[in-house]
Each structure stands twice: as C-alpha cells, then as structure tokens.
C-alpha cells in the first residue's frame, strides 16, 4: 500500500511511525491482553496512559505547575461556550478579538449565552486576509477575559506574536497551530484546542487552565462543562474518548523523540517559507494574505483562471496530493501543513504545481 500526502485541514495526518505503534498494539497493548479502547478508563493500564500522556504534554509546552491540563470532550466549539460559562462573573463583559470564521462562532456562542462581549477589534475591513494592528484593538482593562483565534484554517490567517493584555486573562482558541512551536504559556489564563490538527485524531479537546481561573462557574453550568469539576476528577468525571487520548499521547512521544517543539518549529517554518516563496515567485498562483499575518499551518492560494480548479484536484490526487480545495466559503486551494506533514510532501505539491503551471501557462 502506497500512502498519499493528505493536505486536510482536519481531522489531518498522523504521523505514519504513530499509526504503524497504534496499528501493532491494537490488539494486545503491552500484554495486557486488550486493545486501548477496551480498557477500564479507571484501570491501572489505561491510567498509566493517561498519565504519561498529560506529562509528556506539559513537557512538550513547558506548562508551568499553576496549570491545569483538562482532556475534554466535544471539540472546540464545547469550550467556546465553556470559556464564558466558567470565567464571566455576573455583571462582568469579555473581549473578543474577531479575525474571522472560527472568532465568529466563539462570539457567537458567548452570545447565545447571553454573555456581555465587546468586539475590541476586527478585520473586517480588510476581508479578514490579516490580523488587526494591534494599535487599533480598544480592549477593556476590566474585562473578565480576552479571547483571540491564533489561526484562522479557513483563510490561512495567523497571529505570529502573542496579545499583551495587561493583567486581562488572555484565552485562546490555538486547535489549529498548538504545539507547532514554542510558546510561553505563562502569558495565557485558558489555551483551548480540537486535537484533531496537530495532537491526535478527531474526539478529544485539550484545554490548559490557569489554577485561579477554576471554580468561579455559575452553579447552573451544566457538570461536564465546570473546569473544576474535570480539574477535580482527573478529566474523568464522565467516561473520556480513551483511544483517542492514548493516540494523542503516542503524538507527544513522537514529538519528544523529534527534538520537541524548538525542532518542529524550525521544520514548520521551512516548510511553510518553501511553498510561500514559490507561490510569490509565480505569476500563475498568489496568495491573498498579508505576509506578516501568513499561517504556517495552512497555506492558501488561488490559480490564475478559477476554472481550472477542478482539474488541478483531480490531477493532484493522481499523484497522491489530496485535500487540497479550498474551504467552500472561500474557495480557492488551501495545503494543510500541520507537524505530520513531511518536507517531502511540501517538496512533491511543488513539484506537482510547477508542472501543472508549465502545462497550462
């Protein structure tokens, strides 16, 4: 079997040595005699699972010891409830920072929950192809939190510099690009993110939690979605995904064993600074997004004559280039390069987009 270069934006790659150990101990993890998903998740074997995994995490982001790390259900758009839910006191408002599609659900949802939010800025006036300057965001120094999206997947639009806040707890929706560089985390109150990207398949939500951000819910939050409830039970108050943890944690081994976040991000921007430059050195693709705002996880671009899109797909996937279209919002291709995407898959789109330009131009 011949395995493809999958561009998706999520749920996306894995790394091939993780499938190949989850794939040899699905039957039979470690003698115990069961697969992972089998297991008791209150068990010694799976415990000792979930244990490693939550310390290889908290190595891997050098999460300091006032932290909570919460394995939670129900993805990203869960916590964009539960951020309002667990940190807005009454009376309280919150800041929201809306840089597209992915901060428009988290208002969104706030709002539906009745919150007080104030948008403290927004691009909109440049069609979101940017992050707002941060000299025209106009933030509340009273404000329960600040929320922000680090990359918008849909657009390719990052934040490459972390907000000051001033003392605000700073929230962060990072599903998309955690773990695919170094960051101080001291400088958030909540880091929230779907696994499905960089840390495992699709199933399991990481949420990092600052100590004294817990236990201030409103009693009426329902208990699967109260911090200092998952905080208290070991992320066990309800049965959790288990093989997914037991995936994501096969991740953080994988990502020690390649030199930890310092040596991904020196790939990621390798990566990404290869594509980038030969779309800007041609004329028959472009990129629309401002340079300093680029994501290095999920570039996006257009062709010169839109009607040849289709035919691009199909030839991609001829050569085992696939999930390369674009958001139907948007349209367009967009490559998914995540941390499981090799610098050999970026080295063959290349490749395969400097040929297909050949043949048309």
Not at 35 to 46: A, I, L, P, Q, T
Not at 56 to 83: C, E, S
Not at 140 to 166: C, K, M, Q, R
Not at 210 to 228: N, T, W
Request: aromatic share 10%.
């Amino acid at each position: 079997m011949s395995r493809c270069y999958n561009f998706s934006p999520g749920p996306a790659a894995l790394p091939e040595s993780v499938l190949e150990q989850a794939r040899d101990e699905m039957l039979d993890w470690r003698g115990s005699g069961m697969s992972v998903m089998e297991m008791s998740h209150r068990g010694k074997d799976f415990t000792a699972i979930s244990e490693k995994a939550e310390a290889d995490f908290r190595q891997l982001m050098q999460i300091p010891d006032n932290y909570k790390v919460l394995f939670m259900q129900g993805g990203a758009t869960a916590q964009t409830a539960m951020v309002p839910m667990n940190l807005l006191r009454s009376g309280q408002s919150a800041d929201y920072i809306d840089t597209g599609i992915w901060a428009q659900k988290a208002i969104k949802e706030a709002n539906k929950l009745g919150a007080n939010i104030r948008i403290a800025a927004t691009s909109e006036s440049d069609n979101f192809m940017k992050v707002p300057s941060f000299d025209t965001w106009e933030c509340d120094s009273d404000a329960a939190y600040l929320h922000y999206v680090s990359n918008e997947t849909i657009a390719g639009v990052g934040f490459n510099w972390i907000p000051e806040t001033g003392g605000v707890p700073l929230v962060c929706d990072m599903s998309s690009d955690i773990m695919s560089r170094p960051i101080d985390v001291s400088k958030f109150g909540v880091i929230y993110g779907g696994a499905q990207k960089n840390i495992g398949p699709a199933g399991i939500t990481l949420a990092v939690v600052r100590d004294d951000l817990i236990g201030h819910a409103d009693q009426a939050i329902p208990s699967v979605m109260d911090y200092a409830v998952a905080a208290k039970s070991g992320s066990m108050y309800n049965t959790p995904p288990t093989y997914s943890w037991y995936l994501a944690g096969l991740v953080f081994e994988w990502a020690l064993a390649k030199g930890g976040l310092a040596a991904i991000d020196a790939l990621n921007q390798k990566k990404a600074a290869k594509l980038y430059d030969y779309i800007d050195n041609s004329s028959f693709y472009s990129n629309v997004v401002s340079p300093e705002s680029r994501s290095l996880m999920n570039v996006t671009f257009l062709l010169a004559d839109d009607s040849l899109e289709s035919e691009f797909i199909k030839q991609a996937v001829d050569n085992q280039l696939v999930n390369l279209n674009g958001h139907r919002l948007l349209g367009g291709m967009r490559a998914s390069i995540y941390n499981a995407m090799p610098e050999a898959g970026v080295d063959a789109l290349i490749a395969f987009m400097k040929e297909f330009e050949r043949a048309k131009v």
